[in-house]
């Protein structure tokens, strides 16, 4: 399936670890994400794999710095981003900005993407097909951009990303391994917060803890 050219790339990444260790002081090619990113976004086109083309307004790649240490990534577009083609402009999204600047970023210097590119109908949960032909996307992007670490933004995302029915709250709050170079860490996602701020607190030591394996400094606490 498309898997192939996800394996490609990651085969192609580790040819060229293995020159630059077999002869050290040779440069060789560096890695583009950039233009890595350009090419799936090119071969992903007009999408028409799954039926959410007949009904999305927009296909929504993702959005970011290409050389990111962080990546969120949450469950698939609503009616915003639909119509405006970027992730998380909503609600939701507008909290998710919130939460980067306190972690002492701005959007641009993480990058937002989603499990699904494409709204499903009323939102509904994506289904099984929807997920097996948009994921390879998803990972070829992951192995682009190589972050260290990503947020699983609500229980969707992280469920499917670590292949596990267990529920968000007992993912949450810990560093899962991902890839070889990435781990990955739950949290709620940002419309669960707008129905129940008590949770930011929780949210909001996620965020450290994946500040603190970053090594971003941490905001002072207020005296
Ligand atoms: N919710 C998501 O999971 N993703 C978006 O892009 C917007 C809202």
């Known amino acids: 399936?498309?898997?192939?050219?996800?394996?490609?790339?990651?085969?192609?990444?580790?040819?060229?670890?293995?020159?630059?260790?077999?002869?050290?002081?040779?440069?060789?090619?560096?890695?583009?994400?950039?233009?890595?990113?350009?090419?799936?976004?090119?071969?992903?086109?007009?999408?028409?794999?799954?039926?959410?083309?007949?009904?999305?307004?927009?296909?929504?790649?993702?959005?970011?710095?290409?050389?990111?240490?962080?990546?969120?990534?949450?469950?698939?577009?609503?009616?915003?981003?639909?119509?405006?083609?970027?992730?998380?402009?909503?609600?939701?999204?507008?909290?998710?900005?919130?939460i980067i600047t306190a972690m002492g970023k701005s959007r641009d210097q993480v990058y937002i993407a989603n499990i699904l590119k494409c709204r499903p109908p009323e939102n509904r949960n994506p289904k099984p097909d929807e997920i097996a032909v948009c994921s390879p996307f998803l990972r070829r992007q992951i192995e682009a951009i190589q972050p260290k670490v990503i947020c699983a933004l609500g229980t969707f995302a992280a469920q499917t990303m670590l292949k596990t029915n267990t529920a968000i709250g007992r993912l949450r709050g810990r560093p899962h391994p991902f890839t070889e170079t990435c781990v990955l860490i739950p949290t709620y996602h940002p419309a669960y917060l707008l129905r129940s701020p008590s949770k930011k607190k929780e949210v909001w030591n996620d965020m450290q803890l994946i500040m603190k394996l970053l090594g971003w400094p941490l905001p002072q606490a207020k005296s």
Do not use: W
């Open 1 to 98: 399936m498309t898997d192939f050219y996800g394996d490609l790339e990651q085969l192609k990444a580790q040819l060229e670890r293995q020159q630059e260790l077999k002869n050290p002081g040779v440069r060789v090619k560096k890695r583009d994400p950039k233009k890595l990113l350009a090419n799936i976004s090119q071969e992903l086109g007009n999408c028409r794999r799954c039926d959410l083309h007949s009904t999305r307004k927009h296909l929504v790649f993702g959005k970011g710095n290409p050389d990111a240490e962080l990546m969120f990534v949450g469950e698939a577009p609503g009616a915003d981003e639909d119509l405006q083609g970027e992730p998380f402009v909503g609600r939701a999204g507008q909290l998710l900005g919130k």
